[in-house]
């Protein structure tokens, strides 16, 4: 394994999200959990473009699959190494984010508006008259993923939380 996949699967580890890339949802969470670590201030380097469902980076879907394929072949060089402390505690900060997922929203739905919300409102650009309040986040969102049309309760609730952790005001989380 290279560096970076090496660290990539240190943090997916100190996150508890599994290098499962079986099925559709898993490669989501794995996606939007790298993305939402990356607003710590932890880079790992991926960079993101928007995609149908949200924030989307290509090779970070390459180094995953080449990761895996490694580990199922037998290499385990991941397990020699850690994160460094700095890291550890950005990945903890990290979890934070995505914490507090009300009952009735799939953890794979709430990752995905919360790292969503975030790029419309701080990354994409929305014209220069956008408010970059909820509503017109919400309708870009809604614009571009019509799937969550009527469930603007969860995405006040996911505004919530983004609110609650720092990151409407800020494009990223101060350095701890």
Do not use: C
């Not at 970070?60 to 850690?82: P, V, W």
């Not at 993923?145 to 006040?156: E, I, S, W, Y």
């Amino acid at each position: 394994m290279n560096p970076s996949q090496i660290v990539l699967k240190l943090v997916l580890d100190a996150v508890e999200q599994p290098l499962d890339l079986d099925s559709f949802e898993q490669r989501l969470m794995i996606q939007k959990k790298v993305y939402l670590t990356q607003l710590t201030g932890l880079d790992l380097t991926y960079r993101f473009g928007w995609y149908l469902h949200g924030p989307y980076s290509r090779e970070l879907t390459s180094d995953a699959f080449r990761s895996k394929e490694q580990i199922d072949d037998g290499e385990d060089d991941y397990k020699r190494e850690t994160l460094a402390p700095f890291a550890k505690k950005l990945t903890k900060k990290a979890k934070t984010i995505w914490a507090n997922r009300p009952d009735g929203i799939d953890e794979d739905d709430w990752l995905e508006l919360l790292a969503s919300l975030h790029f419309l409102k701080h990354i994409a650009y929305m014209g220069k008259n956008a408010r970059l309040d909820f509503d017109d986040v919400w309708k870009a969102l809604i614009d571009s993923k019509p799937r969550f049309k009527g469930r603007k309760a969860d995405g006040r609730k996911v505004w919530a939380q983004l609110d609650k952790v720092g990151l409407l005001k800020q494009k990223v989380l101060p350095a701890a």
